[in-house]
């Protein structure tokens, strides 16, 4: 199996890689009354995630983003980027969407206590389906 991809330039320059440099991608689907309402794509450095429970096909006991911690330490910050839009032909197809329905495009970019990029988790919403609620403490 394959577990490296070319990271998208957005991506790239989130994790301070090169354009097309290896990551891990992993993509989860979330279903509400067996109707897909969610998906996640989490794409974290080959250089470290090659090889590991990350970039299997499978769920991850704990979560992904306990075993990120387990291998990389504490996580400390996120940056959190929200942009309504229009849905893309493959975000309608993975969501079952109709045309025209707009979606809430999440990306959040976890950095370690030194304020280095960990990993990146980009999540497609149906934004009529969901509400956002965020604390920062300042």
């Known amino acids: ?8 330039g957005h991506i790239a320059a989130e994790l301070h890689l090169d354009d097309g440099d290896a990551v891990v991608m992993r993509l989860v689907r979330m279903f509400a ?5 969610r ?3 989490s794409w974290f450095p080959a250089s470290w995630a090659s090889g590991t429970a990350l970039a299997e096909r499978r769920r991850i006991r704990g979560s992904a983003a306990r075993l990120v911690e387990e291998l990389r330490g504490p996580l400390a910050t996120s940056w959190i980027d929200l942009e309504g839009r229009n849905a893309s032909d493959k975000e309608r197809e993975l969501l079952k ?3 025209g329905v707009t ?9 370690d206590r030194y304020g280095n990029p960990v990993y990146v988790q ?4 149906d934004a009529s389906r ?7 403490e300042l």
């Open 1 to 8: 199996m394959q577990d490296q991809v070319a990271a998208p």
């Open 33 to 37: 009354d067996e109707q897909p309402v």
């Open 39 to 41: 998906m996640a794509r």
């Open 97 to 99: 969407l109709a045309r």
């Open 103 to 111: 979606v809430v495009h999440t990306t959040t970019t976890f950095e």
């Open 122 to 125: 980009e999540e497609i919403s």
């Open 130 to 136: 969901h509400s956002w609620r965020f604390r920062v």
